[in-house]
Nanobody
């Protein structure tokens, strides 16, 4: 089992910055990928950014490209999301997800597919005021 705990959310003015963290514990030696998604009440969870754990390849939604940066610290088993130039439309609950090696089917993984992830954190709220 793996446990994911997000932190770093909060209230910020438009144009400001926040850094989200997602700490993983438990069986942490079989990571394939991690990602950040966000979800508003009554809406589907939306892909924000993903990273392959071993290679460090990164992926971004068009809406955050150039403003958000995903990174990971393998030694600390922690995922980060640096969010700059925040906009009111970035307001949401942010979740980190983890994909394990053992559940990977084939050689191609769709980072944007919410059902492809094996574990989720409890979420952290980000509110951007105008």
């Amino acid at each position: 089992q793996v446990q994911l705990v997000e932190s770093g959310g909060g209230l910020v003015q438009a144009g400001g910055s926040l850094r989200l963290s997602c700490a993983a514990s438990g069986r942490t030696f079989e990571f394939y990928a991690m990602a950040w998604f966000r979800q508003d009440p009554g809406k589907e969870r939306e892909f924000v950014s993903g990273i392959s754990w071993s290679r460090g390849d990164t992926y971004y939604a068009d809406s955050v490209k150039g403003r958000f940066t995903i990174s990971r610290d393998s030694a600390k088993n922690t995922l980060y999301l640096q969010m700059n130039s925040l906009k009111p439309e970035d307001t949401s609950d942010y979740y980190c997800g983890l994909k394990e090696e053992r559940t990977l089917v084939g050689s191609v993984f769709d980072f944007t597919w919410v059902d492809g992830y094996d574990y989720w954190g409890q979420g952290t709220q980000v509110t951007v005021s105008s």
